[in-house]
Structure formats: C-alpha cells, structure tokens
C-alpha cells in the first residue's frame, strides 16, 4: 500500500524541490557537462545488475521444538518440578513440546523426516528460531521459540547440546542446505523491573542524563567509541533485579542493567519512532544499542556463533526497534566474521514489520541493514491470491524495489513469505479474506504460492504449511507440532487439502497437495533458474490476472509466467519480447506462438498458473539511446530519476560530482527504470550531473546525455 501520510507532509515543499530537480541547461552554470561515461567507467557501469546469493534460495523455517521429538531426555531442559519451573507442558500451545535439535536432524538420509526431508521438499535451506538458552517461563508462557534469551553463548538445552546442534549444522551442510540463524539484538529476555510502572517516558519528560546529571542525546555518540558515563538511578525508569536473577545472562556485560534503555514499554497505538527504538518490546529488557560497548558486544556474541559452527546467515528479528546507527556498527563486524571463518555469502535479512515499500526500504538505504523480509508483498500477494484486491497492487510492490537499490549495483532480492509464526499462516490468512473452503481454498493456496516462485525473491514456507496447516490465528495459533499433538485445538483445527490431524503425525502426510506443488516447483526454479535471478517485466496487472516476464539474458531466453486468482477462465493478450516464436509450457497447458510484434494470447483456468519458455532466442539489438529525467519523487523526500529506452533490458544510473568520476547510482533489471538521489547527502546549491547506460539483451549499449541537476537548495 502507499502511505498517504507522506504525500501530505512533502506537499508544502514539493514545488521548492521539483525546481531543484530540472535538468539545467548547458547555459545555466559556469562550469563545463562532463563526457559521458566511457572506457573503464562505462565498462563498471554496463555490466547487469547483481544478484545476492539467497536469490536462489528456498527456505524452510522451522521451530525445532515443534518439528520432531529425538530424546525425551532433554523435554525439560534439566530441570524438574512443574511446568513453571521446567518450561515443559505439551498440552498446552505455549509451552516447550518437546522437539530438538536431534529430531530436526534426524539419520540425515530419511526423506520422511528430518532434513532430508526438508531437502526432498525443494527446499535449499533451513532458517531456524534463536537456538540460544531462553528464560524458560515468563508471564505464563514458556521460550520455546527461543526470543526471550538469557545465555547467548549457548544451545538451550529443552533443545539439545551444542554437539548436537553442530552435527545439526553439518547435516545440513552434507545435505546441501544452508542454515539461518534467528538472531536478537534488540532485547534479552525480562529480567529488569522498572519501577514507578511499565509505561512508555520518553526524552521531553526524562532526559538522558549522565552520572554528573548532564543531559544528553544518545544517538550522537552510536558510531563513535565512547559514551557518557550512567548511574542505574538516573535512568529514566530506574531498574530493579531481583537477587536471584542479578547474574542470569550472559555474557556478563548482559546482567549490567545500565546496558539497556529503561524507558518502559513500546506504546504500540501512539508510539514515535524513537519510543519503537527505545521501549522495551512486550516488556523485554530493551539493549541500549546506541552505545558502542553494547554493539560490540553483540558483534562478537553472534560472530562466535559463526567461527563455531559455520552458519550462512542470521534473519534478524525484530530489527526496527534497534536505533538507526545500530547496523553500521554491527552488519560489518558480523561480515568480518563470516570471511574470517571461510562462510561465502554470509547472508543478513530483518524483520522489519512494515507493509509499504516506502517506509521498509530506508532501512535498507539509510540504515546499512543488507536485506529485509518482505511484507509488503505479503500483504500484497495474500490480498490478490484471496480474490480480495487487485493484482495491481503486487505491479506496484514490484516497481517499488527501485525504492532499496544502491550503489553496489545489486538487484532487490528479498526473502518472501505468505504468512508467518506472529501473523499467522498463509493458508489462514487466505481463508479468512476469501471466505473460501474446500477445493477452492486449496487451489488458492497453490496459486500463492505459484506466485512466491515466480517472483523474484527467495521464498520462505512456514513449517507445517506444506502439510496443511492453517491454525486459527497468529502466534501460538501458528505454531503447531509437526509430531503427534497434545493440544486438544489442535487436533481438530481445520486443514487446507487435508482433514483435522486427530492423534496422527503429520511426517506421513507426504502426498499432501501443497508439499507436492512445492516439489514441482523446486524443480522448475532448479531447472530454469531465470524464475530465480533472471531479470523481470510486469506484461499484466489488471483484476485477477498477474503476468511477467523473467529473462535469461545469458541464454537469450524469455520465460512468461501467467496468474489467474478468478473463479472463472481468463483469455489475455500480453505483449513479449520475443516475436514469431512458438512457447513451450513448463506449468499448466497450452502451446500458443507469439507474432511479430511479440504479441501472444494465453488462456488461464480459474486459480491456475501457466509458465511458458520461447522456443526462440530474444532478438539481439542495441538499446534506443535512453531519455533521463529527474523530478521530485511523490512519496518520499527523494529525487527520482527515470530512464526510458526502447529495447532495455536494465539501466544503470550514475551521477558524477564536480570532483572524481563517475560514480554508479543503482542498477534496475525491470522497468520502468528508475533510481533514487538523497538531497542530504549532497551540499545546498550543489550541482551534479547524471547519466544513464541501458543495457540491451546481447550486452550493448546506448548512454543518455548528461543531465545537470542541483539536488539540494
């Protein structure tokens, strides 16, 4: 969705900055336009946009303690007693089950379970929830699901041994899986009682004030060495342990309660984002980020974790409560770490629980955060897959990527997802917006998660999804046992493609509808990995009907994917890139033939998929010289610039400056071509110039002139 609230706030300015942002004439400035870009220059600004590693990647995320049962020995985390002391109590959805980490492994060669299994599915890597020992119960609920951490430095054992979770890693390395950690650096579990209550006090009623009693701002010191030195009494809700939890966590920096903001909670429906940065999230102890100890300290803690056990990449959870300077500090130490260690493509992706694109991607841009989960698109593919919005919203989602592109030249490649373990699953959320049971609530199913595979993004089932699972909300609702279930819901809760489980194990439900689709098209992006990494053009978003292009550019091949989310047939008319050639279907039936003009008719089912492949080569022809213009951008406070250019297949955009050369801006692999200047990055009435380089399907290129543009008044 678009926020509507930014057009309101930029509208008093707009005018002031479009003016900025027309291209002067050669006339209106003393000094000379620069040549565009040539030679070396030109040869770094031509080549394709990059893609990250987890471009190819299909993940599987799972609750080791609901996944499968491997030693009752450690159901109890060594603990006896009640449940409120062991954490233990398998009928009941908020406590610990059971599984471990030698149920998740399993024989490491059994395709029904265990990571073999996960394996058969399709899937190329395994994303696990934080592994770390939790408080075992806080507020009636247990730490199964590993985000209330005390000791970072080890294996929860209700989970297992740091031996088992090391042959865990192994197994998934032989088995050619990577493996994600969830990783916490926002808070550790609640420990810390605030006194005077819980609610949120923010900087206008109670400054920071260091141990003299000075005020000061805590953000001014996040990327520097040093902080102000702090008294527990000045906090701005003064912190109480009780003795016997003075010393829980570690490492012992942790037990430290001048190591975290005391400010009192999140206050979700009127919280500033510096009460989101600051409160503590449901009562967690809330790390007080911005110093530069903290941030250290939470670089080497999970660094250990990959000098030890060689993971591939952490998914960060709550990763829009950290203060803005936060990833700067942390993401390059936790990449120092990762080479060190010998882990190529060390991957990084948050969660940052937001549904447009405009507000996710600063994140991105701004505050050095690698990637991001996305739930726009979620939010968008769950509405059109439902029948409840049109598929123009996942089009603009799409164009939207150009909002994250940088100047490493790397394409926008998120981790993407139907649903989740806070808002619940994706065959839930679907049913809830159609209203659909039965056939049609499978068939719409299938159709979400077609999309997922087709779109560019690594897609992210939930565990359980592939056997059914629909739950009846989020959170505990959305975190069944894979294993025979001793929750009573839970046994009767409906499933999509499926009956209620009952007493039964959903490890002999490997013929299920969904596991089987996942299957199929696992193997489809395995042998056409342009449905993965290839470049993309949006041919239709209109009603029920969503179709683009994917294009292997070294193959001179163009693949065309077709979604109908209707109950009725759809007969579309789509122009391609490929003229005069018969298609071939890879998904679903029909062979039609595209004319000269690249025009092809494509009929779809009701809740149905085609993907087809030219027979033919994409036609090798040079670029039309790309026209750039620049303007105020509608939604943000950023310049756009646009290319047009009539047989692109990418643009690169570069800027160059009154000193050095020219430097590249963003690569964008689908149209409409566009790229992002920040105003604050450059000095009031600066002038700059730009260019842009498009790319045609045999490597050749055409460059713009130069545009002269003055970003910042």
């Known amino acids: 969705m678009r926020s509507t609230w930014r057009r309101a706030r930029r509208s008093a300015s707009a005018a002031a900055l479009a003016a900025a942002l027309l291209a002067l004439p050669?006339?209106?400035?003393?000094?000379?336009?620069?040549?565009?870009?040539?030679?070396?220059?030109?040869?770094?600004?031509?080549?394709?946009?990059?893609?990250?590693?987890?471009?190819?990647?299909?993940?599987?995320?799972?609750?080791?303690?609901?996944?499968?049962?491997?030693?009752?020995?450690?159901?109890?985390?060594?603990?006896?007693?009640?449940?409120?002391?062991?954490?233990?109590?398998?009928?009941?959805?908020?406590?610990?089950?059971?599984?471990?980490?030698?149920?998740?492994?399993?024989?490491?060669?059994?395709?029904?379970?265990?990571?073999?299994?996960?394996?058969?599915?399709?899937?190329?890597?395994?994303?696990?929830?934080?592994?770390?020992?939790?408080?075992?119960?806080?507020?009636?609920?247990a730490g199964y699901h590993g985000y209330w951490g005390l000791d970072f430095t080890t294996v929860d054992p209700h989970l297992g041994t740091e031996a088992e979770f090391a042959a865990f890693v192994d197994c998934a390395h032989r088995l050619g899986l990577k493996v994600y950690l969830d990783v916490v650096v926002n808070h550790t579990a609640d420990v810390i009682v605030p006194t005077g209550g819980t609610s949120w006090i923010g900087p206008e009623e109670k400054p920071y004030r260091d141990c003299r009693g000075r005020v000061f701002r805590a953000d001014r010191y996040a990327l520097g060495t040093t902080f102000p030195c702090l008294s527990a009494s000045r906090m701005p809700r003064p912190p109480f342990v009780f003795p016997g939890e003075r010393k829980l966590k570690k490492p012992s920096w942790l037990n430290d309660t001048r190591r975290y903001h005391n400010r009192g909670d999140v206050a979700f429906d009127s919280c500033s984002e510096l009460c989101f940065e600051q409160g503590d999230f449901f009562g967690l102890d809330d790390l007080f980020t911005e110093q530069p100890a903290v941030a250290r300290g939470l670089a080497d803690v999970h660094a250990a974790w990959i000098?030890?056990?060689?993971?591939?990449?952490?998914r960060v959870d709550t990763a829009r409560h950290v203060n803005a300077a936060f990833f700067r500090v942390w993401v390059p130490r936790i990449r120092a770490a990762a080479r060190a260690a010998g882990v190529r493509d060390f991957e990084l992706f948050g969660e940052v629980f937001l549904t447009s694109a405009v507000d996710v991607a600063p994140y991105v841009r701004d505050r050095g955060l690698p990637n991001?989960?996305?739930?726009?698109?979620?939010?968008?593919?769950?509405?059109?897959?439902?029948?409840?919005?049109?598929?123009?919203?996942?089009?603009?989602?799409?164009?939207?990527?150009?909002?994250?592109?940088?100047?490493?030249?790397?394409?926008?490649?998120?981790?993407?997802?139907?649903g989740n373990h806070d808002m619940g699953r994706g065959a839930a959320l679907i049913r809830n917006r159609s209203g659909a049971s039965g056939d049609?609530?499978?068939?719409?199913?299938?159709?979400?998660?077609?999309?997922?595979?087709?779109?560019?993004?690594?897609?992210v089932v939930l565990y359980g999804d592939e056997v059914g699972m629909a739950g009846s909300g989020g959170d505990r609702a959305a975190r069944q046992d894979m294993f025979p279930t001793q929750v009573a819901d839970w046994r009767t809760e409906p499933r999509v493609g499926a009956p209620p489980i009952g007493s039964g194990s959903s490890f002999?439900?490997?013929?299920?509808?969904?596991?089987?689709?996942?299957?199929?098209?696992?193997?489809?992006?395995?042998?056409?990995?342009?449905?993965?990494?290839?470049?993309?053009?949006?041919?239709?978003?209109?009603?029920?009907?969503?179709?683009?292009?994917?294009?292997?550019?070294?193959?001179?091949?163009?693949y065309l994917a077709v979604l109908n989310a209707g109950r009725g047939a759809a007969t579309v008319r789509l122009r391609t890139s490929t003229p005069s050639s018969p298609w071939t279907a890879l998904l679903g039936a029909g062979a039609p033939s595209s004319g000269?003009?690249?025009?092809?008719?494509?009929?779809?089912?009701?809740?149905?998929?085609?993907?087809?492949?030219?027979?033919?080569?994409?036609?090798?022809?040079?670029?039309?010289?790309?026209?750039?213009?620049?303007?105020?951008?509608?939604?943000?406070?950023?310049?756009?610039?646009?290319?047009?250019?009539?047989?692109?297949v990418g643009v690169t955009f570069a800027v160059k400056r009154a000193r050095g050369g020219w430097t590249r801006v963003a690569a964008d692999d689908a149209a409409p071509f566009r790229a992002f200047l920040d105003p604050r990055r450059f000095r009031r009435g600066e002038v700059v110039h730009a260019a842009a380089v498009a790319r045609g399907v045999d490597g050749s290129v055409s460059v713009s002139p130069v545009v002269r543009l003055r970003p910042r008044r």
């Open 26 to 141: 050669a006339a209106a400035a003393p000094e000379a336009v620069p040549a565009p870009p040539a030679g070396a220059e030109l040869e770094l600004l031509r080549r394709p946009a990059a893609q990250s590693a987890i471009a190819s990647q299909r993940i599987y995320f799972v609750f080791p303690d609901r996944y499968a049962n491997g030693s009752a020995a450690n159901d109890r985390g060594g603990r006896s007693g009640i449940r409120n002391v062991t954490g233990y109590d398998p009928t009941d959805s908020g406590f610990f089950h059971g599984g471990d980490y030698r149920g998740l492994t399993d024989d490491c060669s059994t395709p029904t379970r265990g990571l073999a299994r996960i394996r058969e599915l399709g899937f190329t890597a395994v994303w696990v929830t934080p592994p770390v020992a939790n408080k075992a119960v806080q507020a009636g609920s």
């Open 307 to 314: 000098r030890k056990y060689r993971v591939d990449g952490f």
């Open 372 to 418: 991001v989960l996305d739930f726009p698109l979620q939010d968008a593919a769950v509405g059109w897959a439902s029948g409840a919005v049109s598929a123009r919203g996942l089009a603009a989602r799409l164009e939207d990527d150009d909002y994250f592109l940088g100047g490493n030249g790397v394409a926008h490649t998120p981790p993407t997802f139907l």
């Open 440 to 459: 049609e609530w499978l068939r719409r199913v299938l159709l979400a998660h077609d999309l997922l595979y087709v779109v560019r993004g690594a897609p």
């Open 508 to 558: 002999d439900l490997g013929g299920h509808p969904v596991a089987a689709r996942l299957r199929a098209l696992g193997a489809l992006r395995d042998a056409h990995p342009a449905l993965a990494v290839g470049a993309s053009a949006v041919r239709l978003a209109s009603g029920s009907v969503f179709a683009l292009s994917r294009f292997d550019l070294a193959g001179r091949r163009e």
């Open 596 to 648: 000269p003009t690249g025009e092809v008719s494509v009929t779809v089912p009701p809740l149905a998929t085609v993907v087809l492949r030219a027979d033919a080569p994409l036609p090798a022809r040079q670029p039309a010289r790309p026209v750039l213009r620049a303007a105020a951008d509608d939604l943000t406070e950023l310049l756009r610039l646009t290319a047009t250019s009539g047989g692109a």
